[in-house]
């Protein structure tokens, strides 16, 4: 069983990799931190009395259901709120023109930032198409070892493999996204 010092411990170690790792998901920072704390919480709640050792691989696990119910959630909202149209307008009988509504001059900063986010969104976007393309234990072992900042020992634990094993994994990983991505005009 865990103390609670144990478990604070794991928590406070864990918390910035599962806040990476969830806003790499979700690209959305207020939802992320509830993911993490929700994680936690349920983490404290269901699973203090289990040996310090199993926590790294039950929170893993919470994250990852945790976002999985976020993404369900934003699913049905969207299924409910995608037409803007459907909504009227407080004080007048009219529909809401969601354009009209949302327009507004931009600057030459907001412009330049706008464009620098769409051009990090892209890239972003076809480096995950990459990801999807390398076979499932190149994909999970890259993930766990650069996006989780796991070490390679515990990667290995994670995995169910060698430490070597891992580090094939990643060195064939790595290999073939850099290739990929300067194929696209990606240079990182």
Excluded at 21 to 45: F, G
Excluded at 92 to 111: A, I, V, Y
Excluded at 125 to 152: C, G, H, N, S, T
């Amino acid at each position: 069983m865990a103390s609670e010092l144990e478990l604070a411990d794991f928590l406070k170690g864990v918390e910035k990799r599962a806040f990476k790792r969830s806003l790499y998901h979700v690209r959305d920072e207020e939802a992320a931190l509830d993911i993490v704390q929700d994680s936690m919480m349920k983490l404290a709640e269901h699973y203090a009395d289990k040996p310090a050792g199993e926590l790294p691989m039950l929170f893993q696990r919470i994250l990852s259901n945790t976002t999985l119910d976020w993404f369900r959630r934003q699913k049905t909202k969207n299924a409910l709120f995608s037409n803007f149209n459907d909504f009227e307008a407080s004080d007048s009988g009219e529909d809401m023109d969601f354009l009209e509504f949302s327009s507004h001059t931009p600057d030459t900063q907001m412009s330049e930032s706008a464009e620098n986010t769409v051009s990090q969104a892209q890239n972003l976007q076809e480096i995950e198409q990459e990801l999807k393309k390398l076979p499932a234990r190149q994909r999970e072992a890259f993930l766990l070892r650069y996006w989780e900042e796991l070490d390679v020992s515990e990667t290995a634990a994670a995995m169910g493999c060698s430490e070597g094993s891992v580090k094939t994994h990643c060195s064939r990983a790595v290999h073939a996204l850099m290739t990929a991505l300067k194929a696209r005009g990606i240079h990182i």
